[in-house]
């Protein structure tokens, strides 16, 4: 099976600060990946899809990059609401496993 | 509106068997594939299953299949989890969710609010 790795698990920014979550795929999944947020006792939710495609409604603030095995999501000025953790996904093949994820914390 | 309300939670002894239902509203159920998802406390998401649009085809992680069985009624706008053979790793935060397509090989874009298995003597 494809292990999806994220990296930091969990990282400490400032209001207004640009940050950047690291997804990486142990084979090439091309941009079958997903990124999620989940706040506390919330279910997640769907930031971007197919790797670089913002869903709707979501802030523009939120960027995806990436392709193959080596992905990116950049949150370019962290607002309050943003502190949250963030999961990745490849949806290449099943199992549709999921990055261990990144907590977001406030400095 | 989009929803997705998952029942059928609750305390379970080890080896007990529980259903999981998965009730949608607000879009055409049969176009879009469902998955389960869960989450141990204090811990990440992980995928459990899915099944595509039709119900034709259905998957599973490795550490459920032979005990977990997903299913789906379109007709009822429902998606199930029968899990059997309980352990006590089993339990967690169980979370249904539409794919944004038929089948299922890309996002889930909508989510329901989780419901929770004990599974404990």
């Known amino acids: 099976d494809i292990q999806m790795t994220q990296s930091p698990s969990s990282l400490s920014a400032s209001v207004g600060d640009r940050v950047n979550i690291t997804c990486r795929a142990s084979q090439t999944i091309s941009n079958y990946l997903s990124w999620y947020q989940q706040r506390p006792g919330k279910a997640p939710k769907l930031l971007i899809y197919a790797a670089s495609n913002l869903q709707s409604g979501v802030p523009s603030r939120f960027s995806g990059s990436g392709s193959g095995t080596d992905f990116t999501l950049t949150i370019s000025s962290l607002q309050p609401e943003d502190f949250a953790t963030y999961y990745c996904?490849?949806?290449?093949?099943?199992?549709?496993?999921f990055g261990g994820g990144t907590k977001v914390e406030i400095k | 509106e989009v929803q997705l309300l998952e029942s059928g939670g609750g305390p379970v002894q080890p080896g007990g068997s529980l259903r999981l239902s998965c009730t949608a509203s607000g879009f055409t159920f049969r176009s879009h594939a469902m998955s389960w998802v869960r989450q141990a406390p204090g811990k990440g998401l992980e995928w459990v299953s899915g099944i595509f649009g039709s119900g034709g085809s259905t998957f599973y992680a490795d550490s459920m299949r032979g005990r977990f069985t997903i299913s789906r009624d379109n007709s009822k706008s429902t998606v199930y989890l029968q899990m059997n053979s309980l352990r006590a790793e089993d339990t967690a935060v169980y979370y249904c969710?539409?794919?944004?397509?038929?089948?299922?090989?890309?996002?889930?874009?909508?989510w329901g609010q989780g419901t929770t298995v004990t599974v404990s003597s």
């Open positions: 996904q490849k949806t290449y093949t099943t199992p549709l496993t």
């Open positions: 969710a539409k794919h944004t397509e038929q089948i299922v090989y890309d996002a889930m874009d909508v």
